[in-house]
């Protein structure tokens, strides 16, 4: 005989008893609703701008779509958190390209924008991604630290992310939608293994990128 199916969400969120959770962080296994999720994602934000100093109040900022369903999200986000302030924000899209990253690199490569911030696209699996493929390969043609961008080792002015500490599941549960975790590109494939294993793995290995003797080994040393 048929055992009868339980409910499809039984659980309730951790911070105010909504049913309506749309995901449960294994790291810590706090269930969230959409409302606290967002509450979450944008008070990481505001901690990543304020503990590396990456925005002023007056700034000029660009953000770079890359075509991704987490543009929107991650636009209506920052937009949220800079209501606040007197900037200025316009919105440019990443060149074609083979991946994400490489769209990036061939933007910072001809991209003349004077003394505006650009706010990349990039999140917390993509920080870790870079820098296991950079100790993997050897080769730092693009890596994510501390919120800002470095290209061969070298930081590139003005180029940050304040989304360092979002994961990417977590932002796309705002949307419904998890498309990009079926991705081809290898290395975000391991951080999604590793972290399939290791819940926590990816905070682990971005604070370890933070510390300076690490980035002292690497060839990075913030002045």
Not at 89 to 114: C, M, N, Q
Request: with cysteine.
């Amino acid at each position: 005989m048929p055992q009868p199916s339980l409910p499809k969400n039984r659980l309730k969120c951790s911070r105010c008893g909504s049913e309506d959770v749309v995901i449960v962080r294994r790291y810590s296994g706090e269930a969230l609703c959409r409302r606290c999720l967002r509450e979450s994602l944008l008070g990481r934000i505001r901690r990543t701008v304020s503990r590396y100093g990456l925005l002023e109040r007056k700034d000029r900022i660009i953000f770079l779509k890359s075509g991704l369903p987490r543009d929107l999200l991650l636009l209506d986000l920052f937009k949220e958190i800079e209501s606040k302030f007197p900037v200025t924000i316009s919105v440019e899209r990443l060149p074609p390209s083979s991946g994400l990253w490489d769209g990036i690199l061939t933007f910072l490569k001809h991209a003349r924008v004077g003394d505006a911030k650009l706010v990349l696209p990039l999140v917390l699996d993509d920080a870790v991604a870079l820098l296991l493929r950079f100790i993997l390969r050897g080769t730092p043609d693009i890596l994510l630290i501390k919120g800002r961008v470095f290209v061969g080792l070298r930081h590139v002015d003005g180029a940050i992310s304040p989304f360092v500490e979002i994961p990417l599941e977590e932002l796309l549960a705002l949307g419904e939608s998890e498309p990009e975790l079926r991705t081809s590109n290898p290395y975000l494939v391991l951080v999604q293994r590793l972290e399939a294993v290791n819940p926590g793995m990816r905070f682990n290995v971005l604070r370890i990128s933070e510390r300076e003797d690490f980035l002292r080994s690497i060839g990075i040393v913030f002045r």
